[in-house]
């Protein structure tokens, strides 16, 4: 136990080194297919500028932890008793991927179409919608109606007090889906700027890897520092100005996998404080679509707006911060959020 978490900080510095390594041939062969991002029209002229840097690299990130956790864990796997444990995450890692794949390729494949506006919208958000929830729901029953494996499966751990609460499946199921499609879509949101939603999910990440360490839960303590090194990785190439975005494929695997570890931890409560950043993303959102709506002028059509664009980091941005200084600032405040979360599982 004493040697797991040096180990794992370890195997996450490899899984770095290999993203570095593989992810200029990478960016190259992104480019090679045209897989580009196209740019909402409504984003500012600095914004457009980035039209056509290549997408989808969220490949970058999934593909190494995927490799890394069953090469360490190949034995566990097979055995039945943490099998499940370590499968579950990466299930959630890898199908979420593959939507946001298919979100991303879509979007790629309109904006070639000449007969279709370059929006860079993907899959319709009622599909995209249906196949989020199908999966979280696969993946809620899997861990809640499991005989055995998941340490933490339908309960509630209280920060500060330490208290373990029980909650029926009933209710526990459409929590972790609700938490699950909530991060996954908390994520994507943040995934505006150049470095921000990897910073900032890398960051989450490290504070779980730290909490499932103090549980005993070793293999999730891997997981979660291998996506670190993963993300940073990442990071190496999307950095200002960007060589490489994310893409759905990214983003909503990551937050997917995040809200799954923080439901496999029993600390789901601290993701609040922990994903502080993609929480003000989210209402940032839901609040300018429900004021516009609430102030829309039916003769017009137009209504008001609470922020001068959403998610929250755009109105920053068009408050005069420059986008490293929105990266940098957002970072600082999910940094110091991930140490106070940390904080209150120690409690």
Known sequence: MAGQLPFALSVGGVAFLLGVIWGGPFVEILKRLRIGKQIQVELSAEHQKKTGTPTMGGIMIVVPVLLIMLGLNVVNVIRTVTGPSILLPLVVLVGFALLGMIDDWEGIQKSRNPNKLQTGQGLSVRAKFAAQLGLATLIACIFSL??????????????????????????????????????????????????????????????????????????????????????????????????????????????????????????????????????????????????????????????????????????????????????????????????????????
Request: glycine letters at 10%; a neutral charge; proline letters at 4%.
């Open 146 to 347: 499991y005989n055995g494996g998941f340490q933490y499966a339908n309960q509630l751990v209280i920060p500060i007090f330490q208290i373990t609460i029980y909650i029926h499946p009933i209710l526990f199921i459409p929590i972790m889906v609700f938490i699950i499609n909530a991060l996954s879509n908390a994520v994507n949101f943040t995934d505006g700027l150049d470095g921000l939603a990897g910073i900032i999910t890398a960051s989450a990440f490290a504070a779980y890897g730290v909490i499932a360490y103090l549980q005993g839960q070793i293999f999730i303590t891997q997981l979660c520092f291998i996506l670190v090194g993963a993300c940073f990785a990442f990071l190496w190439f999307n950095a200002h100005p960007a060589q490489l975005f994310m893409g759905d494929a990214g983003s909503l695997a990551l937050g997917a996998t995040l809200g799954t570890i923080a439901m496999m931890t029993g600390q789901w409560l601290l993701l609040p404080v922990i994903a502080i950043v993609p929480l003000a993303e989210t209402v940032s959102v839901i609040l300018q679509v429900a004021y516009f709506k609430r102030t829309k002028d039916p003769a017009t059509g137009q209504g008001l707006r609470l922020f001068r664009m959403a998610p929250i980091h755009l109105h920053f941005q068009k408050g005069g911060w420059s986008e490293t200084q929105v990266v940098q600032r957002f970072w600082l405040v999910g940094l110091l959020a991930a140490i106070i979360g940390v904080a209150l599982a120690l409690l």
